[in-house]
């Protein structure tokens, strides 16, 4: 059985960092593409950053270019997502996702999904 557990998020001001990880148990973790999105109240889930396999082919929302960074670590099964200089607009629940297909993942329809976890962004 596949298990995405996402963790990291908290409470930060404005400018702070945080970090989110996503540990995916269930599957050969190296061989699937991973993706983080977000979802505000009232509004459209967001894709925010998404990592191939390999970990050189990134992708980011223009939102968060220069300030998220999305990598992998194959041998700890687990994706990371590095946030910086936050902004209370970054105020969201946050999802990991993943799928063999990388266009599965960019397009929002990953296989596997997580439950998310909370990062509230203060003035």
């Known amino acids: 059985q596949v298990q995405v557990a996402e963790s990291g998020g908290g409470l930060v001001k404005a400018g702070e960092s945080l970090r989110l990880s996503c540990t995916i148990s269930?599957?050969?973790?190296?061989?699937?593409?991973v993706g983080w999105f977000r979802r505000i109240p009232g509004k459209e889930r967001e894709g925010v950053a998404y990592?191939?396999?390999?970990?050189?082919?990134?992708h980011y929302a223009d939102s968060v270019k220069g300030r998220f960074t999305i990598t992998r670590n194959n041998n700890k099964h687990t994706a990371y997502l590095q946030m910086t200089n936050l902004k209370p607009s970054d105020t969201a629940m946050y999802y990991c996702?993943?799928?063999?297909?990388?266009?599965?993942?960019?397009?929002?329809?990953?296989?596997?999904w997580g439950q998310g976890t909370q990062v509230t962004v203060s003035t």
């Open positions: 990592i191939n396999w390999g970990p050189a082919n990134t």
């Open positions: 269930g599957l050969n973790f190296g061989d699937y593409a």
């Open positions: 996702a993943a799928d063999r297909l990388m266009t599965n993942v960019l397009r929002g329809r990953a296989s596997y």
